[in-house]
């Protein structure tokens, strides 16, 4: 009996392979690095062939982080700058609709102290006294937090932000604990004195931030309804957290690794013991209250 070769539908037919994440998809492609099939959506280009998504991913969890100069992490984006204009934007815009937020949860010594409402220190900075107030810190954050953000990673420019913010209402409760005030400003002029503190380490131009903060303190004190006790406390707070975190350690003989842990380490207590400052600030504050 004469034979005749296998047709390509019979059970002979040698199994086309199909994409291991795309089961409906036929293809001839493999991941040059696991041999598995691969369609051409879930290609990744690699230096040397082609890789799936997971090699890639399982590539990337190998490869050391970069970092900055100041021992944070790289930050592609500004993310936390632009989470903290949307909760300004937010907070603006909740005032607007509900007044009574203003008294709710403006930066208050005596209800601080009185009421035990704490989180007025930090909730006054997303509420503004109007639209031009609200403009002003906004491009101020815009403009300055991006620059910080890039230069110390996420993380030490939130604390630095956030304990700015305190500190500008930590001063306030303990000068001017009966005036009512509202504003990120405290955190703004923290950044100002971060980005004088970094210039200068990093040996830039600063003459044109000191104009800028020389400027800033003339209205602060000049234009009547500022409150210049948040002003200079963020601008105090912002340069001590600022200082810490680009001197912090000092040295730089060490290996790579271990300079990142000695950052760490020392970053992490200076923040702690800015926080400790404005614990004790505020605890000065209530006795001063009580005399």
Known sequence: MASSPTGGTGPGAAAVPTCYRHRDRETYLRCSRCDRPICPDCIREAPVGQHCP???AEGRRGMRQAR???GGRVADRPLVTWVLLGLMALGFAAQFA???LVGMFGMSGYFAVVD???YRLLTAAFLHGGVMHLLFNGMALYVLGQQVETVLGHTRYLA????SAVGGSVLSLVVVPQTMSVGASGAIFGLFGAVFVIGRRLRLDTRFVVGLLAVNLLITFLVPNISWTGHIGGLVTGLLLAAAYAYLPPGSGRPG????RGQALAHTLATAGVMALLVAGAAAGTVLMGA
Do not use: H, I, K, M
């Open 160 to 163: 630095l932000w956030v304990l």
């Open 116 to 118: 035990g409402q704490w």
């Open 98 to 100: 509900v007044p009574q």
């Open 257 to 260: 690794a271990q300079r990142r």
């Open 54 to 56: 997971e090699c890639v």
């Open 68 to 70: 900055t100069v100041f």
